[in-house]
């Protein structure tokens, strides 16, 4: 049991700064990659390996000024549509690159609100991925939306088209903060589209939630918190909200007087654990919470990747469209986030990889560690460096920066065994950072803090 000067200790420590580590090492290190590497990467791609597809769709109807993702306003529907025509054309060239006919056992369409997609469009990008590649049969097919526009219809079109996940994005129920943020949406719209969901059968529904926003409170989050549980989904993503208007300028429109202090997110944090398990959610990773239902919570069948948390059965991804990210095995691709100059480099008939890394043998000893941590909170590094073939000594370094940590009963560690203890979960975040060479010999100022 934590004791309460112990947690104000903790609470301290999360201004550490440390990356999100959704990826290993964090994409702030891509570096240039040519698409032949990509190229090379898709000929001699196991065929026997499944894959994930991630369709990023880049426009929204408005933006929120408590976004990070990339995406862009779109007052017409012409763009959007030349922007599907693109990426039929990508999902082609894949295809003629692949060595063989890939098998997916996902498809997750991102933005952005690719909600904001009409019915044909969004049609003809899943009648082109079905001709192109082969959708297993219990393939889990997920769009990100919006409830603000989510009417019958759209509900209609996705039934039809086999979709069997959706993640909504609330944020916050509260209307004070919901006008902090340029994002009103009454409780009962969110309630309606479950009702509407659930009616053609689509009940695996996740919810977005944010905290650390503009004018909340203890008090509006626990509402908020409260209100979403009572509607039970099936994963809940508590985010906590990182204000960088020196990368985002739509954050600028925020003021920074407005917003938490650190110590107060972190209680938001707590609060929020503890009304999860009063509802019986099971709390996974750093964020998320996960309804009992969910099968791949009791076998562990999760893993960190660009989207946070994910039971696909394994890390491999391919990304379509502006800025998506790619992850085959060897390394990281990423596409040219710009989407004129996207939609320029594939109608050449190139992929449009601009950036990405490639995976050395010690960045994926790293990157195994950073995962257990993050997915699991308990790593035997001992074990891994046997896995590994690498002498027993070799993060001899990395525990004796852990000595902060064992001090403030964050971590125990037992030989070479670290379990993570903390009720504040982020905080493994910087422990991972201490296992992570690239981040050891930069800056901390390029990072966001744990909290």
């Known amino acids: 049991m934590i004791t309460t000067n112990e947690l104000n200790e903790q609470l301290a420590l999360l201004e550490i700064k440390a990356p999100r580590y959704t990826s290993y090492p964090s994409s702030l290190y891509f570096q240039v990659l040519h698409e032949n590497t990509h190229r090379e990467w898709l000929a001699e791609f196991d065929n026997k390996k499944s894959v994930a597809l991630y369709v990023h769709i880049p426009f929204c109807s408005q933006l929120c000024w408590f976004c990070g993702c990339h995406t862009k306003v779109s007052n017409h529907y012409e763009p959007i549509q030349r922007y599907v025509q693109t990426l039929l054309q990508e999902i082609t060239l894949i295809k003629e690159h692949a060595s063989s006919r890939l098998k997916l056992h996902s498809i997750h369409f991102g933005g952005g609100s690719p909600g904001i997609l009409k019915d044909r469009e969004l049609e003809s990008i899943i009648q082109h991925i ?21 009417s019958r219809e759209n509900i209609d079109t996705y039934q039809r088209l086999n979709f069997n996940r959706v993640s909504m994005g609330v944020q916050d129920t509260n209307p004070i903060v919901q006008n902090a943020i340029h994002r009103v949406q009454p409780y009962s ?11 053609v059968n689509i009940h695996k529904i996740n919810i977005d939630l944010i905290y650390g926003l503009p004018l909340q409170t203890l008090s509006s989050i626990t509402k908020t918190f409260s209100d979403m549980c009572a509607l039970l989904p099936s994963r809940i993503a508590y985010y906590s909200f990182a204000h960088i208007p020196n990368v985002k300028r739509q954050h600028g429109l925020i003021s920074e007087n407005d917003l938490p202090n650190t110590q107060l997110k972190g209680h938001m944090y707590l609060r929020a654990v503890d009304i999860a398990r009063q509802h019986n959610y ?46 085959l095995g060897k390394g990281f691709s990423q596409n040219q986030p710009i989407s004129i100059e996207y939609e320029r480099k594939i109608s050449q008939g190139s992929l449009a990889t601009v950036r990405g890394w490639l995976h050395s043998i010690d960045d994926l000893l790293r990157k195994r560690v950073i995962d257990e941590l993050m997915c699991n909170f308990s790593v035997d590094i001992g074990n891994i460096l046997t896995e590994f073939n690498y002498p027993i000594d070799y993060f001899d370094r990395s525990l004796c920066l852990l000595k902060n940590f064992v001090d403030k009963k964050i971590v125990i560690i037992h030989g070479r065994r670290i379990d993570f203890k903390s009720p504040l979960r982020m905080l493994v975040r910087a422990v991972c950072a201490t296992f992570d060479n690239y981040h050891l010999s930069l800056e901390e100022n390029r990072y966001l803090s744990v909290s």
Not at 189 to 199: C, P
């Open 130 to 150: 079905s001709a192109n590649f082969d959708i297993q049969a219990d393939a889990e097919i997920a769009i990100e939306l919006d409830p603000r526009h989510l």
């Open 282 to 327: 099971i709390p996974l990773g750093i964020d998320h919470f996960i309804h009992p239902e969910e099968t791949s919570v009791s076998q562990k069948k999760f893993r960190r990747n660009f989207m946070g948390y994910t039971s696909q059965e394994n890390e491999f991804v391919i990304g379509i469209g502006a800025s998506a990210i790619s992850n």
């Open 189 to 199: 719209q969110i309630s309606k589209s479950f009702e509407m969901l659930r009616s």
